[in-house]
């Protein structure tokens, strides 16, 4: 079956501009996860999504990052006003929704704010 | 707040080796350990995921053992391939977000 896809790949934006992010789950996936990679670091954790449940936005690093998943299923993050320190690999995930279900990632979007 | 250390961060062996991973974590109350590999430029694909109440899992050549007392994971990985050059990352939930190691960067040369 289908994997947990994302869009674009690769974007590349110039500073101030905004940004949209785009994750598909696995179907009938309840949980998801936004992370977020840059160079030589390790996952930072974005927000997360469980259901019709308030999402757990504790990881967002400021108010310019947003994000809603809609219907249950497709997730948008979105950047406003991108700084350079925004450039990284934004990673998808989503997971039957139980604490002992495997995560399954997304490709990523590397994201480049010049 | 749990804290997750892979060691070491980068190795390099010739192929046929037998290897060993390590990740540590801080606290022992946890559901699962998760160890997961990324290639370059690509998301992490799964490879074992050890329940709180198992002591190892195995999948081919893998092999992940969990002592959840001392705070400890391995993946042992048998006799390594140039193929399994990647970045291994480990991840421990103790709540439903879980906590990432750095990784330990691999490559195994012919």
């Known amino acids: 079956g289908a994997g947990v896809s994302q869009s674009p790949s690769n974007k590349v934006t110039e500073k101030g501009k905004d940004v949209e992010l785009r994750c598909d789950p696995i179907?009938?996936?309840?949980?998801l996860y936004w992370y977020r990679q840059s160079l030589g670091q390790g996952l930072e954790f974005l927000i997360y999504?469980?259901?019709?449940?308030?999402?757990?936005k504790s990881g967002l690093p400021s108010d310019r990052f947003s994000a809603e998943r809609t219907g249950g299923s497709v997730s948008t993050l979105t950047i406003q006003r991108t700084q350079q320190e925004d450039s990284a690999v934004y990673l998808c995930?989503?997971?039957?929704?139980?604490?002992?279900?495997?995560?399954?990632f997304g490709p990523g979007t590397r994201l480049t704010v010049l | 707040k749990q804290e997750v250390t892979q060691i070491p961060a980068a190795l390099s062996v010739p192929e046929g080796e037998n290897l060993v991973l390590n990740c540590s974590f801080t606290?022992?109350?946890?559901?699962?350990l998760q160890w997961f590999r990324q290639d370059p430029g690509k998301g992490l694909t799964s490879l074992l995921l050890?329940?709180?109440?198992?002591r190892e899992q195995t999948s081919g050549r893998l092999n992940a053992s969990l002592d959840k007392s001392s705070g400890r994971s391995t993946l042992y990985i048998a006799a390594s391939q140039p193929g399994d050059s990647a970045t291994y990352l480990c991840a421990v939930r103790g709540s439903y977000i879980p906590t990432f190691g750095r990784g330990t960067s691999l490559i195994v040369h012919p």
């Open positions: 606290d022992s109350a946890i559901y699962n």
């Open positions: 050890i329940q709180s109440s198992q």
């Open positions: 999504f469980q259901g019709n449940s308030a999402p757990d």
């Open positions: 995930a989503s997971s039957a929704g139980g604490l002992t279900d495997t995560q399954y």
């Open positions: 179907s009938g996936h309840t949980a």
